[in-house]
């Protein structure tokens, strides 16, 4: 492996963890803030979004994520249709006719 890759690697893997250490710094720092200016009233806000974000996910996961795979032959159509009544100049690069 080229010394540069390794670099740019390490780079990029840097890049992320510090963004997620700074998103959750500042997720911590706004419930700080929150909770300071509700009197603490803040923390009964936080178990009720967490529910509601599990029944979100798990809604997904038994419902949305079925549906999805169910129509994805009708997309797949509806998608292939929608490509063959493009005019050629509405057509990306590399679906563009080539003429010499």
């Given at each position: 492996?080229?010394?540069?890759?390794?670099?740019?690697?390490?780079?990029?893997?840097?890049?992320?963890?510090?963004?997620?250490?700074?998103?959750?710094?500042?997720?911590?720092?706004?419930?700080?803030v929150?909770?300071?200016?509700?009197?603490?009233?803040?923390?009964?806000?936080?178990?009720?979004?967490?529910?509601?974000?599990?029944?979100?996910?798990l809604?997904?996961?038994?419902?949305?994520?079925?549906?999805?795979?169910?129509?994805?032959?009708?997309?797949?159509?509806?998608?292939?249709?929608?490509?063959?009544?493009?005019?050629?100049?509405?057509?990306?690069?590399?679906?563009?006719?080539?003429?010499?």
């Open positions: 492996m080229d010394y540069d890759e390794e670099i740019a690697r390490f780079q990029k893997r840097r890049a992320s963890v510090l963004t997620v250490i700074f998103a959750f710094m500042g997720v911590l720092g706004a419930v700080v929150m909770t300071i200016l509700t009197w603490g009233l803040f923390l009964y806000v936080i178990p009720v979004v967490a529910g509601v974000a599990l029944f979100v996910g809604n997904y996961l038994l419902w949305g994520r079925g549906m999805l795979q169910d129509t994805a032959g009708e997309r797949e159509e509806e998608e292939l249709r929608a490509s063959m009544e493009r005019p050629p100049w509405e057509l990306s690069e590399p679906e563009q006719p080539r003429h010499l």
